[in-house]
């Protein structure tokens, strides 16, 4: 029954060779985790998405954005833990660097 994805570790220096980086940590049938790096001040452009998702900031500092015209804002740092509704148009600004995980939750 339990699934070791593996052990993540929060602060310290974010590793990335691009400005923008993705990875695949999970994908099962009812969730999918990614790791977003961004580096040098990155902007993630505003994107939704169709499922519930969590937003974990693991290092770094930046700002989550979600609305229409994503003028809701929270402050991230290591340890912020928010959730957004499927369908919310978000995006992400890293000051000047954040490393995240998203969780999708998706439906059978």
């Known amino acids: 029954n339990i699934?070791?994805?593996?052990?993540?570790?929060?602060g310290g220096e974010i590793e990335a060779e691009k400005d923008f980086e993705a990875r695949q940590i999970f994908n099962g049938k009812r969730r999918q985790i990614m790791e977003i790096k961004?580096?040098?001040n990155v902007v993630l452009?505003?994107?939704?998405?169709?499922?519930p998702i969590t937003v974990?900031?693991?290092a770094g500092k930046g700002k989550f954005l979600a609305g229409e015209d994503l003028s809701e804002e929270q402050v991230l740092e290591a340890g912020t833990l928010i959730?957004?509704?499927a369908d919310v148009e978000h995006g992400a600004v890293a000051e000047p660097e954040?490393?995240?995980?998203?969780?999708?939750y998706k439906e059978d």
């Open 45 to 51: 452009s505003k994107h939704k998405a169709s499922e």
């Open 38 to 40: 961004l580096k040098n």
């Open 98 to 104: 954040l490393r995240l995980l998203v969780t999708k």
């Open 3 to 10: 699934e070791l994805i593996g052990n993540l570790e929060f």
């Open 56 to 58: 974990l900031c693991l």
């Open 83 to 85: 959730t957004l509704e």
